[in-house]
T-cell receptor
Framework: GENVEQHPSTLSVQEGDSAVIKCTYS??????FPWYKQELGKGPQLIID?????GEKKDQRIAVTLNKTAKHFSLHITETQPEDSAVYFC???????????FGSGTRLLVRP | DTAVSQTPKYLVTQMGNDKSIKCEQN?????MYWYKQDSKKFLKIMFS???????INETVPNRFSPKSPDKAHLNLHINSLELGDSAVYFC?????????????FGPGTRLTVT
């Protein structure tokens, strides 16, 4: 079955710096790759997603890139702010399946 | 209005007891899920339901029995609770068929088994 690996497990950056989180997936049939942000005591919330027919997607300070050949995808956050501090999860799934496989999470700390 | 709600938010119980967690969504979604998040934050799918029909049962022990009385509700009943069941359980919902749609998560239920 699908397996998603996520690195790093923790990431500490200075406010204003960029943060990059990387994921790899095992099932080449996966074609949907969302990123979720989980704040303390809350459920995960979608921040951006990308489908396999697109190599890059950007939404303000957040961007995601996908390399289908290498089965890698990454989350890039620019100009980080303290409110970006949270746990971030990547995930992968096959369209028409009902199963979203999550990475192990990255705890991001943005130091003021 | 809360899109996906869960009750209770906290649940403390002893081993061997039976407990239920309720989930309701007011988004009009067709698909609902239960996830388990352990102490290391690993988030794992347990069940997926579409239009009240079980689609995915991710090798969950049969002590866990989901029930969907209608499209807006997906409850989770757990029999004979064990220490290893301690975790945060999240309900989620999405529109459309399949998993390539945004999932809206509830606030979670923290279950502690003593």
């Amino acid at each position: 079955g699908e397996n998603v690996e996520q690195h790093p497990s923790t990431l500490s950056v200075q406010e204003g710096d960029s943060a990059v989180i990387k994921c790899t997936y095992s099932d080449s049939a996966s074609n949907y790759f969302p990123w979720y942000k989980q704040e303390l005591g809350k459920g995960p919330q979608l921040i951006i997603d990308i489908r396999s027919n697109v190599g890059e997607k950007k939404d303000q300070r957040i961007a995601v890139t996908l390399n289908k050949t290498a089965k890698h995808f990454s989350l890039h956050i620019t100009e980080t702010q303290p409110e970006d501090s949270a746990v971030y999860f990547c995930a992968a799934s096959i369209d028409s399946s009902y199963k979203l496989i999550f990475g192990s999470g990255t705890r991001l700390l943005v130091r003021p | 209005d809360t899109a996906v709600s869960q009750t209770p938010k906290y649940l403390v119980t002893q081993m061997g007891n039976d407990k239920s967690i309720k989930c309701e969504q007011n988004l009009g979604h067709d698909t609902m899920y239960w996830y388990k998040q352990d102490s290391k934050k690993f988030l794992k799918i347990m069940f997926s339901y579409n239009n009240k029909e079980l689609i995915i049962n991710e090798t969950v022990p049969n002590r866990f029995s989901p029930k969907s009385p209608d499209k807006a509700h997906l409850n989770l009943h757990i029999n004979s609770l064990e220490l290893g069941d301690s975790a945060v359980y999240f309900c989620a919902s999405s529109s459309g068929q399949g998993s390539s749609y945004e999932q809206y998560f509830g606030p979670g239920t923290r279950l502690t088994v003593t």
